[in-house]
């Protein structure tokens, strides 16, 4: 309970309460005393009527005067606190009696006659006094209960006097000096708990004042301030705490400052490019509905345009990252010094940028884009020693009621972007529905989708086509190629005539590329297994792009280092472009296979006047030729004339030649006729399944 007091409580508690335990003790002494002295006024006033009732009854007890005696009595009955007053013999036998009284026989009670007797009782006192007859005259006022033998004179007992005396008046006398008492202290104690009060209030006053502040600190008001009424230390204490919630408070404000700095910070970063200080993606998006949302409101017409550099990688590649972003931001200042006043640039990404164009229509849309483009064009970027020119790309779409979602006018801008830089780059295409490059470019994009299902579903396959001799002489070597196949949704093949272009496109070969070798890996594990027999070459195409990529090159090779018996039985074929555009990149890949016994063909030969020029750097051990050329060699003198270049160059440098695409007999017999080693199409054999080839041993892992 005195846990839940208060200090104010607690300081008056001890004012009061030393105040209060002395005044009951005192109160306690003092009733006591009273209570004494006036029982002992009583009994003292008792006494002496009873000395003075005995020498004065003893004339009126010798001669047996009743009437004497009852006069007396009604004399000493007076006194109010006298009940009664009696006189009896020496025999007990009453004479005279006065007032009530409730007697004993003295003589049966055996008193002795030599003093007074007094009989307490609860609310009377009764007192007995010997009467005595003396020979000689006697002194009324001599002490009755002197022996008289030392009094030197004789006394015979002839009667007793009984006086009552109540004692109602006593223990009235005694309630009153109490109840005065109790009042006394009281008064005194509520006048003690008056001033603790006052006192204690002067003294918590501050005290509070300081606990209540203290809390409101501590609940976040930080203006909260003591009253600084207090000296000494008290003083102290309100002008310590006023300092501290002050420095609190300038903390306080510091750090939301801080805050609001950082939040002001994060809300600029993720509406904002780190690099350029554009708005980024998501900030533009945004934008872009609610412009969009105007037009279908509002009938207002806008202009989107998708902004990609030209060249842009050949930078980042030659100089690295640091250029390009150097690229980068000084691009977007200049970008930005040309924009109008509601115009909105951002960067999507990479080396991609969109421009937002409200209130603008087409025609002027188009000036606008012509002059950013032209900026681009002219603007020269410079980097340690060299200098590089760079253009753009631009893709415009309109905006207005029929232009769908947000989603449906980047796809669109982005697809008339990629068609600008499909048609020359540096330039500006504006976004057609009835575009057939657009559709060319959509229907890639659905193919991109229909690739990248075809390797999560396992919807590849293998068929081989046989490679012959054109003699028809059966070798100790068997020499196939590998083609690959996509699943349709009814089951039947795709070939990869339709899905290649885009795979290339967007950058799928590699993991096309992935898929195959695996697959030729795992194939030829298990012919080498059953057919031992004869000597099988396994043909696969590798894109450029898979011989640019490390992580496939150095893949390739780690399968080859746990299996290097594999590496006779596999012939790598690298297309005449793949292995123009990446020289030392290919002659170095064909280095590290030859190390396990791979063979290489150079496929496609032919298509371009500079393939004899490159093709002494190329150490490969097959020469297929073109089929552009075979298809029509039966017609076209020009065509057997390069069949017949192609076909002599490569023996001159040590060169099997493989002749592609022979659909007729006669296009076989006018090969033979030039002397081509090997010959490959549907008039030599048909492309089957792997199961023909290997039977029952190609199963699926």
Known sequence: MTASWGIRRRVIGLAVLPVAIVGML??????????????????????????????????????????????????????????????????????????????????????????????????????????TRTEVAVDDYEMLDTPAAESGKSARLIGWVGLEVSRSATIQSQRDSILRSLLILLAGLSVSLYLAWRIGRQITRPILGLTHTVSRIGEGHLDARV?????????????????????????????????????????????????????????????????????????????????????????????????????????????????????????????????????????????????????????????EDRIFAVGMSVGMVAINRDSGTAANLLSAADAACYVAKDRGRNQIHLYEIRDIDLARHRGEIQWVTRIHRALEEDRLRLSWQEIRRTDGETGATRHVELLLRMKDDDGSDILPMAFIPAAERYSIMPA??????????????????????????????????????????????????????MGPHLCFEITETAAIGNLGVVNEFIEAMREFGCSF?????????????????????????????VRDIAINPVDRSMVEAVHRIGHQMGLKTVAEYVESDEILAILRQIGVDFVQGNAVHCPESLETLCGSTYLKA
């Open 26 to 131: 005192l109160l306690f002494q003092l009733i006591s005393g009273k209570i004494d002295d006036l029982d002992e006024s009583l009994r003292t006033r008792a006494v002496a009527i009873a000395r003075q009732l005995a020498p004065a009854a003893e004339y009126g007890v010798a001669s047996g005067n009743i009437r004497i005696l009852q006069t007396l009595l009604e004399k000493a009955a007076i006194e109010p606190d006298i009940r009664g007053v009696a006189v009896f013999t020496d025999n007990g036998l009453r004479l005279a009696q006065v007032g009530q009284g409730t007697w004993i026989d003295p003589e049966h009670a055996k008193l002795s006659p030599g003093r007074i007797h007094m009989i307490e009782y609860a609310n009377r006192l009764v007192y007995y006094a010997p009467i």
């Open 227 to 383: 009253e600084q009424t207090g000296q000494a230390e008290l003083g102290m204490l309100q002008r310590g705490i006023n300092h501290m919630a002050a420095h609190l408070q300038a903390m306080q404000d510091q750090m939301q400052e801080k805050i609001d700095q950082a939040t002001a910070r994060l809300v600029y970063q993720a509406s904002h490019d780190a690099l350029t200080g554009l708005i980024n993606r998501h900030e533009f998006e945004q934008r872009l509905e609610r412009t969009l949302l105007s037009a279908l409101q509002q009938g207002r017409e806008h202009a989107l345009c998708y902004m990609d550099l030209d060249q842009f990688k050949v930078i980042n590649d030659t100089c690295g990252h640091a250029a390009g972003d150097e690229l980068l931001l000084q691009l977007a200042l200049m970008l930005k010094a040309n924009l109008r006043e509601r115009d909105t640039l951002a960067r999507l990404g990479g080396d991609e940028f969109a421009l937002l164009l409200e209130n603008c229509s087409i025609k002027d849309a188009l000036e606008v884009a012509d002059t950013f483009r032209a900026e681009v064009q002219r603007f020269r970027f410079k980097w």
């Open 512 to 565: 096309l590329d992935g898929w195959v070798i695996e697959e030729t890996l795992r194939l030829c594990k298990r012919y080498l297994a059953f057919r031992q027999a004869q000597h099988c070459l396994f043909a696969v195409n590798l894109s450029g792009a898979s011989l640019k990529a490390p992580a496939f090159r150095q893949k390739l090779l780690a399968h080859l280092q746990e299996n290097p018996v």
């Open 601 to 629: 063909a150079l496929d496609d030969f032919g298509s371009g006047l500079s393939s004899f020029i490159y093709l002494k750097n190329l150490k490969v051990d097959f020469l297929k030729i073109d089929g552009a050329f």
